[in-house]
């Protein structure tokens, strides 16, 4: 059973995968984090709708930015993040690896595309350069998070992009 808070709302559970670690994370009615048996104070504010949120947690802030799939942006950094919540962890689906066959690389915030480093038609491996995004006067390189072949390049070098914007498209091999 479900612990209930105050105004009748249920806690929020979810297994998360970071990489090549996998927490259990519940969210209180009272807006308090457990991570594991940890308590953890965090407070979250979307700067970008749907894409892009500063994070503090315990006092630490953070920047984090959805790249689509199961790919973050966190402080410059890609992570694979793979999450679950309890209705799909019940149904026995919980948190595994994508089967999608396509990658969307999309942009993690506004900025201008500095370089496109593939051409359509090019394999990647994981790890290689894609684009270099300048934003907030910093040149992030969004790099492949798995092997495949550019299948589409939705911008030019030059090109003003907003924050979620498709960049580019990689088939999975």
């Known amino acids: 059973m479900d612990p209930v808070g105050p105004g009748g709302h249920a806690a929020l559970r979810y297994a998360v995968r970071a990489g090549d670690r996998e927490l259990a994370v519940e969210v209180t ?20 709708a ?16 959805y790249l689509g799939a199961d790919r973050v942006w966190v402080d410059g950094d890609e992570v694979r993040l793979e999450v679950a919540d309890e209705r799909a962890i019940a149904a026995g689906r919980g948190v595994g ?17 500095k370089r496109v480093h593939v051409v359509e038609g090019a394999a990647v491996g994981v790890g290689d350069a894609l684009v270099t ?20 390049i939705a911008v ?6 907003e924050g979620g914007a498709l960049l580019i498209v990689i088939r999975s091999t």
């Open 29 to 48: 009615p009272e807006g308090r984090f457990l991570i594991g048996d940890r308590a953890v104070a965090a407070e979250l504010a979307a700067i970008v």
């Open 50 to 65: 749907g894409r892009l949120w500063s994070v503090v947690i315990d006092g630490q802030a953070h920047e984090v930015a």
């Open 97 to 113: 690896r994508s089967a999608d066959a396509r990658q969307e690389i999309r942009a993690p915030m506004p900025g201008l595309l």
């Open 133 to 152: 995004l300048e934003a907030m006067k910093m040149e992030n390189e969004l790099r492949a998070m798995q092997a495949g072949t550019i299948v589409h």
């Open 156 to 161: 030019t070098e030059g090109t003003k992009v």
